[in-house]
């Protein structure tokens, strides 16, 4: 993920993931790990210029007390994105300190943590 504010990212990411470093950052690269093998990794590099148009990629983190998590996430820097949702949605979208759209899906069944990763849902 190219992000202007490494430091912040790397902080947000690392917490709200409950993932860790797989080396130690260096020159505003780093590749984060699920400590447990069982996540994808997620990779952030920094980059001068903010992006100026929508990744066609996010993360959806799944769990079973959607609230709870999104307040968490609030609490660790991610903030409400203006989403027109229709009724019954499931998900919470949120911005990472970067500007990076991600959801938060309930599932009933999903483990709190760890997250998962999905396509991008409308």
């Given amino acids: 993920m190219a992000c202007c504010e ?23 690269w780093v590749v984060l790990r699920d400590p447990k093998g069982r996540g ?11 992006r100026t148009a929508r990744s066609r990629l996010h993360l959806d983190l799944y769990t079973s007390d959607r609230e709870a998590e999104v307040e968490r996430l609030l609490k660790l820097g991610a903030v409400r994105y203006p989403w027109r949702y229709l009724p019954g949605a499931d998900f919470i979208v949120l911005e990472d300190p970067d500007g990076n ?10 483990p709190v943590p760890p997250p998962a990763v999905s396509e991008y849902h409308r």
């Fill in 6 to 28: 490494f430091d912040r990212m790397l902080a947000f990411w690392q917490a709200a993931l409950h993932y860790v470093p797989r080396e130690p950052a260096s020159d505003g």
């Fill in 40 to 50: 994808p990794n997620v990779s952030l590099n920094r980059v001068r210029k903010k």
């Fill in 101 to 110: 759209l991600f959801c938060v899906v309930h599932k009933a069944d999903a």
